[in-house]
């Protein structure tokens, strides 16, 4: 009795394998550049709760309203690195003021800070009270809940804390 494969079986099993090469390798390609971030908070500061972040930022401008993933630096209560995900609200140039709790970009009031989050940091708005432009390879981000803690309160983030640029997926 002879046990081996037929030309038909030889043909199906190297098309097979070869294609499983193939979807490896895309794969292995998308895991160095795509990363999925869940999040679980009770209160979402964004709509979703499940993120696709491109992690290509070699030569990435951010625009206003690209959704971007970015490493805590320097924010109370949260470890360095931390990933946060906001809305990019205004950009180099742009003119951000805080007055009396009302945050304008551009002479345009946007929002105000929460008595939710003053609360929060112990403090009053008018401790935030300040006019500022938004410097070079920096941005100013808010998420789009009421009490996101977010620039208005932490103020700009750099460039070099981006990690990528994310999109909502569910």
């Known amino acids: 009795m002879k046990f081996g494969l037929s030309p038909i079986q030889k043909r199906y099993a190297f098309w097979m394998l070869l294609g499983?090469?193939?979807?490896?390798?895309?794969a292995?390609?998308?895991?160095?550049?795509f990363r999925i971030a869940y999040d679980g908070q009770a209160t979402?500061?964004?709509?979703?709760?499940?993120?696709?972040?491109?992690?290509?930022?070699?030569?990435?401008?951010l625009q206003r309203g690209d959704l971007v993933a970015y490493g805590a630096k320097g924010v109370k209560g949260f470890a360095e690195g931390t990933?946060?995900?906001k809305r990019v609200r205004a950009i180099a140039g742009d003119a951000i003021r805080i007055d009396g709790g009302d945050v304008s970009i551009n002479d345009v009031v946007v929002d105000t800070l929460r008595d939710e989050v003053l609360s929060m940091l112990n403090r009053k708005a008018d401790a935030?009270?300040?006019s500022y432009a938004v410097s070079e390879q920096a941005y100013f981000v808010m998420g789009e809940a009421a009490t996101s803690y977010d620039s208005r309160y932490?103020?700009?983030?750099?460039?070099?804390q981006v990690v990528g640029k994310a999109r909502g997926l569910w």
């Open 154 to 160: 932490t103020g700009t983030i750099q460039h070099e």
């Open 20 to 26: 499983s090469l193939a979807c490896f390798s895309v």
């Open 128 to 130: 935030f009270d300040q």
């Open 44 to 61: 979402r500061c964004l709509p979703w709760s499940v993120y696709l972040i491109d992690l290509d930022v070699e030569g990435l401008l």
């Open 28 to 33: 292995a390609a998308a895991a160095d550049r």
């Open 83 to 85: 990933l946060f995900l």
